[in-house]
């Protein structure tokens, strides 16, 4: 029985460390900046909560080559849009930034919340990466619907990003803004 249990021990410690080491040495980027292709690209991710993650090692530190995680701007959330908005209302996850091999991406974690749109909304859909459209709020619903839905149905410059979002809210916690976030 004791043997089986170290076997059992040892093989959970070798995956363990091969998960760490998937991940990749540490970025010695000196400004930070993460690498070309990241879902994070240039706005990425929640506030930091000053305690090591998953992805973070005993110190603190990043245990893979991701670097730190993004910060976004002030006011600014991610979110996994879970179910097709209808009109004026969509349902979605808080995001978590998630080191991968590739670089940072965001996943839902948690309840889905439900959100109300403000009267006037600034809509944009991304158009491939660094570039985005802006469009009318219903064009958005309709765009993250098929997403979730129908992915054939969506036609270029546009695309299928894995329904992330990046967010700001009015002070009564309506959508003011809401920005397709890309990634390849």
Not at 13 to 27: I, M, S, T
Not at 67 to 95: E, F
Request: charged content about 15%; hydrophobic content about 35%.
């Amino acid at each position: 029985m004791r043997s089986t249990q170290r076997i059992i021990s040892s093989f959970a410690v070798v995956v363990a460390l091969g998960a760490v080491a998937a991940c990749g040495p540490k970025d010695t980027a000196a400004d930070g900046a993460a690498p070309a292709g990241s879902t994070a690209s240039a706005t990425a991710t929640a506030q930091p909560s000053g305690k090591p993650s998953a992805d973070e090692g005993s110190s603190g530190e990043p245990a893979n080559d991701c670097g730190n995680a993004p910060v976004l701007p002030a006011g600014h959330k991610m979110v996994a849009i879970t179910a097709p908005p209808s009109k004026g209302s969509m349902t979605a996850q808080d995001t978590r930034p998630t080191c991968t091999p590739n670089d940072w991406i965001y996943q839902g974690q948690g309840e889905a919340k439900y959100y109300l749109f403000a009267p006037k909304v600034k809509a944009e859909l991304s158009a491939g990466p660094g570039s985005t459209k802006t469009v009318p709020v219903g064009e958005l619903w309709a765009h993250a619907g098929d997403c979730l839905t129908n992915q054939a149905t969506v036609k270029s410059p546009y695309s299928c990003s894995g329904n992330i979002y990046d967010i700001t809210l009015d002070g009564e916690g309506n959508v003011t803004t809401i920005k397709e976030v890309w990634h390849s």
